[in-house]
């Protein structure tokens, strides 16, 4: 196996999984963060642009630029450049940016239920579970 992906539900605390998976088999990590500063090195657009892609917001002019269409091409691209390096684990979004058809990649995605969300979500607020 030479790429695990993680994906993550939010509130899910993914970040322990993370570190304890890296430790047990000394992948390195690749994060959201790094594949778009990956893509935006070989784009030239902005980093914070090509982030903004993953959001549901989108500019209005983006009918006639096609900006997230070509943030999310570049960081395709990025993935793309990652993957024949072996021992990756990729976390976050831009896993799910690699095709189905790529046979050599283990697709985690982790989902807790609702009552340990709303518990962690409350914690790392500050505020009450109601």
Known sequence: MSVITIFSGTFCKEEPLIEKVLDETGYRLATDNDIAAEASRLSGIPEEKI???????????????????????????????????????????????????ISHVLRVCLIADMKFRVSVAAEENGLSEK
């Open 51 to 101: 982030i903004g892609a993953f959001s549901s917001k989108i500019s209005v002019f983006n009918k006639f630029t096609h900006e997230k269409e070509r943030s999310m091409a570049y960081m395709r691209l990025a993935v793309a450049h990652k993957l024949p390096e072996n021992d990756l684990l990729i976390s976050g979004f831009s896993g799910q940016l690699i095709p189905k058809e």
